[in-house]
C-alpha cells in the first residue's frame, strides 16, 4: 500500500503511527494505527488474517476497541481487509490522497 500512496502522490503517511491510548485505568495499549496522516489526523488500518482460523472474535473486538478509540480522539479511520489492498490498492491510493488533499484544503 505503501508504494502505491508514493505512486499517486499521496502526502506522506507515517507507518506504525502510535496513538495515545490509555485505557480507563491509565494503563497503556501497544496500539498502532497502520498508516496515519498526522496532519489531519487521516489513518488507513488494513485487517490482517480475515481468513486466519481461532481468536477471530475477540481480535475483531479489539480492532474495534482501537479503531473506536482513535474515532475518539478525533482520527477519520479508514478500514480495508487485505484483500481489498490487493485488489484494489490503486483505487484506495487514490481516494485517500483525495481525502488527505481536500482536508488540508478545507482546514481553517
Known amino acids: 500500500m505503501r508504494m502505491a500512496l508514493d505512486a499517486v502522490g499521496c502526502p506522506h503517511m507515517e507507518q506504525e503511527h502510535k496513538f495515545d491510548n490509555r485505557t480507563g485505568d491509565g494503563l ?4 498502532r494505527l497502520d498508516l496515519a496522516h498526522l496532519d489531519t489526523k487521516v489513518c488507513l488500518e488494513i485487517d490482517g488474517g480475515e481468513h486466519a482460523k481461532g481468536h477471530q472474535g475477540k481480535r475483531r473486538a479489539e ?4 479503531r473506536n478509540e482513535a474515532t475518539r480522539q478525533g482520527w477519520r479511520v479508514f478500514q480495508l481487509t487485505g484483500q481489498q489492498v490487493q485488489r484494489d490498492c490503486m483505487v484506495w491510493a487514490r481516494m485517500l490522497k483525495e481525502y488527505i488533499e481536500w482536508k488540508l484544503d478545507t482546514r481553517i
Open 63 to 66: 480492532d474495534y476497541e482501537k
Open 28 to 31: 497503556p495499549r501497544e496500539w
